[in-house]
C-alpha cells in the first residue's frame, strides 16, 4: 500500500503501526511530537495500537524554533 | 483646530489649543478632541503613596488564560545564532514564556537536541504558533498537533495572508480563532492594528489581542501608536504588541501605550549582541510599566514654562504672534 508521511509518498509492504512510523523518523525521545492521519489527531496513547492504512495521508510534527 | 480668538491681553500660560491625545491620568481617561483647551491644573493627581518602583514591579502580574505571569516580556525562539545564546538571552530577558513553531520531524536532523525538552528543563512556559499557516484548515490542524503535542492549550494563531508582508488575513484569521475557541484552546491571534478586528476578536473569545507594531521581523517599532492606544482603551483582555519590534525603546513605548506585555523575536536575536539586547528589552519593558503607571503629563501645542515667573530680572517678552486665522 501506499501512504504520505509528511508530505512524501512511502510504500508499505506490511502491517505497521503508527509507534513504529514515529519511531523511524524522531531518532530521539518522542516527547513533544504530535501525529494527524488524515487530518485528525491520533494520540500517543493509540499510537501502538493504530495501523497505517492504504492512502492515509500522516503528519508527523514537533516543535521547532519559532517567533 | 479652533482658533483663539484675538486679544491684547497676554496668553496665560499653557492655553492653547491641544494636540489631539488620549492622556490617561490616574484610572480616567481623558480623550481630548482636537481644539479643546486643556489646563493641566484641573486635572486630578494619583496620590504618591508609599510604593516604590519595586513595590509597583512585585505587583505587576498578569494572566494569560490560566498561565499566571510575572515578566511582560514574551520572546521568540528562531534566528539565535546558537542554542547557548537562545538560552543566555532568554535568562537575560527575564521572560517566563517562550514561543515555538510547530514543524515536521526531519530524520536527516537526528541528534538534534530537543528544543521542548530543552525549554521545559530550563522552566520556561512554551507558546506554540501556528507560524506558516495561510489557511484557517492548517491553523486549525497546527493548533491540535501543538496541543497533543507539548499538552497546553495556548496557542498562537497566525494565518498568514501573504507571504512578503506576512500580514494577518483577517478573514482566516477570525475564522480559525472561532473554531479554536469552539475547541476550548486559549487563543492568542497574531492581529493588524485594527481596533475593529481587535474586538471582533476578543469578542468571540480569544484570551487576548496581539496587534503588530510592525511587519514580522521589520524592525519599525510601533507604526501606529494611535490604533494601539485605541485597542487598549476598548480592550478588556491583554493586548500583546506582537511583531515588528526593533529595539528596546519600541518596548518602552508599548508599555508607555497601555500594552499588557510585549512578544519580540528578530530584536533580540538578529542584534549584533543578543544577550546584551535581551537585557535592555527588559529593563525598557520595566521602564515602560512604571511610566505608565506614573502617569504622563499631556501633550501640548504650545510651551508651558517650567521656571515660574515670579521675580525674574530684565525686559518682559516680545509680543508673542497672533495664531488666529491659521
Not at chain 2, 549584533?272 to 503629563?297: I, Q, S
Amino acid at each position: 500500500m501506499t501512504i504520505r508521511v509528511n508530505g512524501e509518498p512511502r510504500s508499505v509492504d506490511r502491517a505497521l503501526r503508527i509507534a513504529e512510523l514515529v519511531r523511524s523518523m524522531v531518532a530521539d525521545d518522542p516527547e513533544g511530537v504530535a501525529v494527524a492521519v488524515n487530518g485528525e489527531i491520533v494520540t500517543r496513547s493509540r499510537w501502538h495500537e493504530r495501523e497505517v492504512r492504504d492512502g492515509d495521508d500522516i503528519e508527523i510534527v514537533r516543535a521547532t524554533q519559532g517567533g | 483646530m479652533a482658533t483663539t480668538s484675538k486679544s491684547s491681553a497676554p496668553r496665560k500660560e499653557g492655553e492653547g489649543p491641544a494636540v489631539s491625545e488620549t492622556a490617561r491620568l490616574g484610572e480616567r481617561e481623558v480623550a481630548s478632541r482636537a481644539g479643546e483647551v486643556h489646563r493641566q491644573d484641573e486635572a486630578p493627581r494619583q496620590e504618591e503613596g508609599l510604593q516604590t518602583s519595586e513595590d509597583l514591579l512585585r505587583q505587576d502580574g498578569w494572566k494569560l488564560g490560566d498561565l499566571e505571569l510575572v515578566s511582560r516580556v514574551i520572546l521568540g525562539t528562531a534566528r539565535y545564532p546558537s542554542r547557548q545564546v537562545l538560552l543566555d538571552a532568554l535568562a537575560a530577558a527575564g521572560t517566563q514564556l517562550v514561543t515555538v513553531g510547530i514543524r515536521r520531524v526531519d530524520p536527516a536532523a537526528g541528534g538534534a537536541e530537543n528544543l521542548f525538552q530543552l525549554l521545559r528543563q530550563h522552566g520556561y512556559h512554551v507558546l506554540p504558533n501556528t507560524a506558516g499557516c495561510f489557511t484557517a484548515r492548517d491553523a486549525v490542524l497546527t493548533a491540535q498537533l501543538a496541543r497533543e503535542a507539548l499538552g497546553t492549550a495556548l496557542i498562537k494563531v497566525e494565518v498568514i495572508g501573504d507571504e512578503d508582508t506576512l500580514l494577518p488575513d483577517v478573514e482566516g484569521l477570525i475564522e480559525a480563532c472561532r473554531e479554536l475557541v469552539r475547541l476550548g484552546f486559549t487563543v492568542l491571534p497574531y492581529t493588524n492594528d485594527d481596533p475593529i478586528t481587535a474586538k471582533k476578536l476578543e469578542d468571540l473569545g480569544c484570551a487576548a489581542v496581539m496587534p503588530l507594531g510592525a511587519p514580522i521581523g521589520s524592525g519599525l517599532g510601533i507604526r501606529n501608536p494611535h490604533n494601539i492606544e485605541l485597542i487598549v482603551s476598548r480592550a478588556r483582555v491583554p493586548v500583546i504588541v506582537d511583531a515588528g519590534v526593533g529595539t528596546a525603546s519600541d518596548v518602552a513605548v508599548a508599555f508607555e501605550l497601555g500594552c499588557d506585555g510585549v512578544l519580540l523575536n528578530t530584536a533580540v536575536a538578529r542584534a549584533r549582541r543578543p544577550v546584551a539586547m535581551a537585557a535592555a528589552v527588559r529593563d525598557a519593558a520595566r521602564a515602560g510599566r512604571l511610566a505608565h503607571a506614573a502617569g504622563r503629563v499631556p501633550r501640548l501645542f504650545y510651551a508651558q514654562a517650567s521656571t515660574p515667573l515670579a521675580g525674574r530680572i530684565g525686559s518682559a517678552a516680545p509680543d508673542t504672534p497672533s495664531d488666529s486665522g491659521r
